[in-house]
Each structure stands twice: as structure tokens, then as C-alpha cells.
């Protein structure tokens, strides 16, 4: 990847830090790797990218056990923070960490959204 490519992809990541509990924005290649990342200093966005490329590989084969697709979007909800997956084009993974007051699945669980 060029870094104009890269450059123009970590832009792209600016309106999800925007919001002041995203802790960290990220877009990761199917095998773990950071193509882009905007987080706080804190977060190690290395370690991130690669537990992130193993959640999407243990929900690709939870799916395929039920006869489905891959998941669309993944959300781990812990104490403080919430992981949200989700596809960014057809190559990359777009994780979002937040606080969970910002970054929630709650209005899917809640029948916002069906």
C-alpha cells in the first residue's frame, strides 16, 4: 500500500475519533495486520488488530457451524469500553473502541433496529 494510500485511509478514520469517547479507531487486514489506526496513546494498536482478527476468524466459523455468512458486525461489551467489528469495503475490518456510552449495541437488543 502506498503512503498516499495510507494517509488517505487514516483520514478516513477522523470522524470516528471525532467523538470524544471513541478511544480508537482502526482499520485491519483480514490477517490482523493495522492498515490504519488514529487511538489514544494508551492503546496498543498492534495487540488490538491481531485479538481483533481472531475474534472475526472464531465468528467466521461459529456462522459457518450455523449454515451463515460471516458475521456483519461483531460487539464485545466490556466494564468500560465496547469493541464494535465491522466491514470497511471488502478487504478491511473497521474496529471502534469506546466508551459504552457512546459505542453500543444496546438499540439493536432493544428492537431499534431490526
Same mark, same amino acid.
Given at each position: 500500500?502506498?503512503?498516499g494510500s495510507a494517509d488517505a485511509l487514516a483520514a478516513r478514520l477522523a470522524p470516528y475519533r471525532a467523538h470524544a469517547g471513541i478511544v480508537a479507531a482502526l482499520l485491519i487486514s483480514r490477517d490482523g495486520f493495522v492498515v490504519a489506526a488514529d487511538a489514544d496513546a494508551?492503546? &496498543?494498536v498492534d495487540a488490538v488488530a491481531a485479538q481483533a482478527a481472531g475474534v472475526i476468524d472464531s465468528s467466521s466459523r461459529l456462522a459457518a457451524e450455523l449454515g451463515?455468512?460471516?458475521a456483519k458486525y461483531i460487539s464485545v461489551e466490556l466494564d468500560d469500553l465496547n469493541v464494535v467489528l465491522a466491514p470497511f =469495503?471488502?478487504?478491511l475490518t473497521l474496529a471502534l &473502541? =469506546?466508551?459504552p456510552d457512546i459505542l453500543s449495541c444496546d438499540y439493536r437488543l432493544a428492537g431499534g433496529e431490526g
Open positions: 500500500m502506498s503512503a494508551d492503546i &496498543v451463515r455468512h460471516e =469495503g471488502d478487504e &473502541v =469506546g466508551r
